[in-house]
């Protein structure tokens, strides 16, 4: 029998800070996500018997069996899930339950508590912010409802707290997934792999798989999120980050297009092999641009800094520099703006070179577990593309280091080890990510292994409405 919402909840918040209070930081500890969260009942997959068929609730007990799918040779189905990044619009999850409410609890007190131990202090007005919701400080799970009346210019002028929300909400959504399947971890049966876009993707893998408490992901993505974007006692730059689509992508006539990297799956065609790829062509464009700002006073630089899919890169910089990449682009009929994304900070550049000393502090400080299981998912890392070393190092560069998705992705799938039958993009706000990747997996050579990418924890009626305009 499952335990009640009390019992899960645990002690009030107030006497939690009372207890707290008369111990010393260093002896306090962190509830890790499979402590707060539900203890399954003892059999899960039992079911009430019944003799009508009106009482009969067969697609509850389907949806129960999804968590043990069968794989292409014959055991559990090899899952990969896929988590959004801070570039992403977040969305509210549906149908809060009793889990995934304790999930938000924790976080929203996360975010009110400094925590000197990384040096996260309270921002000002982080108190507004929760009583907007018409409860202040003692409001639970205030966090929920941060996107909710909000546009994306108003969630991006808080991005701390709007990237507190991208990873709160897939925690959340696996959370109440473990709920409803009464499966005994907070990730599926069969996850195999993991990977996040950017830091707060990838953040999120490491929480997720309990290789970190919440409360210090947390805190550690808002003290990234608020991150200079101009070195100290310089004269503050005005920066843009821009999405573009290479042209020749939509032309009937031009040749198959991929990454510049090798593809084993792709077929070996003498005249397509001598073929300059779209994506090369533009990425030669903005390197020789960059010598020609290397030579000036370098106050002007750009960078495609990352690779979404064979089409899809993201040019972030100064606003001319990024404004004359565009231009460039579009004289040599290359690329299209598709859309500007609103980011704190110029990330993935050389540009926040200066934030690296600061931000690796932070890191060094935050008690990473480095010894995963062998049962345990493989985190990979979209700037080197293999799997993810101590997080404490490999995190750093994803200040100035170019975010390489579509390549991290493409060791996944071509093949992986062991290899993945289904993809899963978690929540709404991962919906891109799906989509990109469908694109790329219709690509391949013909013959190569079949690979589902699907939903998870969104709405019934919205995965039937996304799988059928697919």
Not at 256 to 270: A, I, R, T
């Amino acid at each position: 029998m499952r335990p009640s919402i009390n019992a899960i909840a645990g002690p009030s918040r107030l006497s939690v800070q009372a207890q707290r209070a008369q111990a010393p930081r260093h002896a306090r500890t962190f509830i890790t996500l499979p402590q707060i969260l539900p203890t399954p009942p003892l059999d899960p997959w039992r079911r009430s018997a019944s003799t009508t068929s009106g009482q009969t609730d067969w697609l509850a007990w389907l949806k129960k069996a999804t968590a043990l799918r069968v794989g292409a040779d014959g055991g559990t189905e090899s899952k990969a899930f896929l988590f959004a990044g801070l570039g992403s619009y977040p969305h509210t999850p549906h149908s809060p339950t009793a889990a995934s409410l304790l999930v938000w609890e924790r976080a929203s007190e996360a975010l009110l508590e400094p925590d000197m131990t990384i040096g996260y202090e309270m921002t000002k007005g982080m108190e507004e912010f929760a009583g907007h919701l018409r409860g202040g400080r003692s409001m639970r799970a205030w966090l929920r409802g941060w996107v909710e009346g909000r546009t994306l210019s108003e969630l991006m002028a808080r991005p701390d707290v709007t990237a507190a929300f991208i990873l709160s909400a897939s925690v959340a959504i696996l959370a109440s997934e473990q709920e409803r399947t009464g499966y005994n971890t907070l990730l599926p049966p069969g996850t195999s792999h993991l990977a996040g876009h950017g830091f707060i993707g990838t953040l999120t893998a490491l929480v997720v798989a309990g290789r970190l408490d919440l409360q210090t992901g947390l805190t550690t993505q808002s003290i990234y999120a608020r991150l200079p974007p101009d070195p100290p006692k310089v004269s503050k730059k005005r920066y843009q980050t821009t999405i573009l689509s290479a042209r020749h992508f939509h032309s009937l006539s031009s040749p198959s297009m991929f990454v510049p990297f090798d593809d084993p799956l792709v077929g070996e065609d003498g005249e397509e092999r001598n073929k300059k790829r779209a994506m090369q062509l533009i990425l030669d464009e903005i390197h020789g641009m960059q010598r020609e700002w290397e030579k000036e006073d370098g106050e002007e630089w750009a960078a495609a800094s990352t690779i979404n899919s064979s089409k899809v890169l993201i040019v972030t910089g100064t606003d001319f520099a990024v404004h004359a990449v565009i231009e460039r682009c579009q004289d040599l009929n290359l690329a299209n703006p598709v859309m500007d994304v609103l980011m704190p900070c110029p990330y993935h550049s050389k540009l926040m070179a200066h934030a690296e000393r600061q931000f690796g502090g932070v890191l060094d400080r935050c008690d990473f577990k480095n010894t995963p299981t062998e049962i345990s998912p493989v985190i990979w890392d979209p700037i080197t593309t293999y799997p993810l070393g101590d997080p404490s190092t490999s995190l750093v560069p994803f200040l100035t280091s170019q975010l390489r998705w579509h390549k991290t992705l493409s060791r996944l799938y071509t093949p992986a080890k062991p290899p993945i039958d289904a993809f899963y993009t978690v929540g709404r706000g991962a919906k891109g990510l799906g989509v990109m990747l469908r694109g790329e997996l219709r690509k391949r050579a013909e013959g190569a292994p079949r690979v589902d990418v699907q939903e998870f924890g969104v709405r019934e009626e919205r995965k039937r409405t996304s799988m059928a305009r697919v």
